[in-house]
Nanobody
Framework: VQLQASGGGLVQAGGSLRLSCAAS????????VGWFRQAPEKEREFVAA???????YYADSVKGRFTISRDNAKNTAYLQMNSLKPEDTAVYYC???????????????????WGQGTLVTVSS
């Protein structure tokens, strides 16, 4: 599976962005998809994930502001980000793998397939 993340950009605090993660291959519908982010000089952290059957999981820091979704017909997952804050500034990565345990979705080591990252910058 190859993943292509897009949709990043510069936005003012309080604004919105929608990230997309387009996947190649016919097995996308059976894969979980996760979004992670990495700010300068910080470790990569979990943002949100969606299981193969649509269950969603969020980091506490984005709960209520971000929404993850998927469109299997388009082989694409999305991350709708609202009420953005300067601390959301980071490179955002999407990842996918055949993970079937919801509790495992927040761990980056569980994913074998990664997109290249898209930069989100939130100005104050």
């Amino acid at each position: 599976v190859q993943l292509q993340a897009s949709g990043g950009g510069l936005v003012q605090a309080g604004g919105s962005l929608r990230l997309s993660c387009a996947a190649s291959g016919r097995t996308f519908s059976s894969y979980a998809v996760g979004w992670f982010r990495q700010a300068p000089e910080k470790e990569r952290e979990f943002v949100a994930a969606i299981s193969w059957n649509g269950g969603s999981y969020y980091a506490d820091s984005v709960k209520g502001r971000f929404t993850i979704s998927r469109d299997n017909a388009k082989n694409t997952a999305y991350l709708q980000m609202n009420s953005l804050k300067p601390e959301d500034t980071a490179v955002y990565y999407c990842a996918a793998d055949g993970i079937y345990s919801g509790s495992s979705l927040r761990y980056p080591d569980m994913y074998d397939y990664w997109g290249q990252g898209t930069l989100v910058t939130v100005s104050s």
